[in-house]
Structures are given as structure tokens and as C-alpha cells.
């Protein structure tokens, strides 16, 4: 398989655990919710947190693999994440229906870009 494109993107995320969505701004670029019989979590830009947040933690950066992904494609989350798992470096993965996103700890993503592009991973 040829290594994957991604895309940095030049925006702070915080991860969010919500009561409802009633304070959530769906008019930006980026927000991810999902919902389980446990709780109710949010992915934003930092500065969109809702106020009635339950918990947050913020200092995410992001990448985007670039491109549509085939449901039948096999390991392109495992092989950036064992890459980065190597170097200690945590990743948070959202996925959507196109692509996935991959938001680090904005005091590791220099570093993991450079480790990205030594194994050949295209960083736009």
C-alpha cells in the first residue's frame, strides 16, 4: 500500500464530554459528536467549547488523511498509530464517513510529523 496524504490542520481542538447538544455550534468547520448509552462527547475548536461542558480536555492539533477512504482498506489507522505508539505519542481518532482524522497533543505533533515524514507519509 502507498503511504497516505495528510493534511495538518491549522486549528486547536478540544475534546468535550456534554450534557446536550443544545449549546453546540454546528455552524463550524470541525465538529464531531458522537452518542452512546454512556455519554454524550464533542470534538470542537477550542474556542467554540460549550459553556455547560461537563469535562474537557483541550491542546489537540489535527491531521486529516486526505482523500476518500475505501471501507475495505485495511491498516491505515494501525500503521500511523503503531508509528506513533513507538515514539509514545497518544492519538485521538475520529472517523467519518469519507476519512479519518487523527488529533494528537499539540506539544507532539512536530514530532510526529517528522516521524510521519521519515516513513515516507506526505504532510500537506
Request: aromatic share 10%.
Amino acid at each position: 500500500m502507498e503511504k497516505i496524504e495528510l493534511q495538518q490542520i491549522g486549528l486547536d481542538f478540544t475534546v468535550c464530554k456534554i450534557k446536550n447538544i443544545s449549546s453546540v455550534d454546528f455552524t463550524r468547520e470541525f465538529v464531531f459528536l458522537s452518542k452512546t448509552e454512556d455519554e454524550l462527547s464533542l470534538v470542537c475548536e477550542s474556542t467554540y467549547v460549550p459553556t455547560d461542558a461537563i469535562a474537557w480536555e483541550a491542546g489537540w492539533k489535527g491531521l486529516k488523511i486526505v482523500g476518500m477512504l475505501d471501507f475495505g482498506m485495511i491498516g491505515v489507522i494501525a500503521k500511523i498509530s503503531n508509528l506513533l505508539a513507538a515514539a509514545e505519542i497518544s492519538i485521538f481518532v475520529v472517523s467519518t464517513y469519507n476519512t479519518d482524522y487523527i488529533l494528537l497533543k499539540a506539544t507532539h505533533i512536530e514530532k510526529a510529523i517528522q516521524l510521519l515524514e521519515q516513513e515516507g507519509y506526505k504532510i500537506l
